[in-house]
Nanobody, 114 residues
Framework: QVQVVESGGGLVQPGGSLRLSCAASGSIFSINDMAWYRQAPGKQREWVATIIRSGRTYYLDSVKGRFTISRDNAKNMVHLQMNSLKPEDTAIYYC????????WGKGTLVTVSS
């Protein structure tokens, strides 16, 4: 069985920072892409950032320059450093792991509010 677990969410004031982490464990081999998605209340899930195995990264335009995705291949982990947070970043953040199968975590809630 494979588990994908996110952590690091919480309540932060506008302009603040949070670091999300995601760990994949179990019988999972040769992870290719790792990504973060988010779903705000009443909205569809949207892609936020992707990091491929080589380390190349891709970002949603609205988070470029504020969010940084990184990964630790040895630990099967991916992180999302979020700076200069805005109220519109409020959402449940989900981790997606692409191996032979696509795996999703259950999400971690990020609330940006004063």
């Amino acid at each position: 069985q494979v588990q994908v677990v996110e952590s690091g969410g919480g309540l932060v004031q506008p302009g603040g920072s949070l670091r999300l982490s995601c760990a994949a464990s179990g019988s999972i081999f040769s992870i290719n892409d790792m990504a973060w998605y988010r779903q705000a209340p009443g909205k569809q899930r949207e892609w936020v950032a992707t990091i491929i195995r080589s380390g190349r990264t891709y970002y949603l335009d609205s988070v470029k320059g504020r969010f940084t995705i990184s990964r630790d291949n040895a630990k099967n982990m991916v992180h999302l450093q979020m700076n200069s947070l805005k109220p519109e970043d409020t959402a449940i953040y989900y981790c997606k792991v692409v191996a032979d199968v696509i795996y999703w975590g259950k999400g971690t809630l990020v609330t940006v509010s004063s």
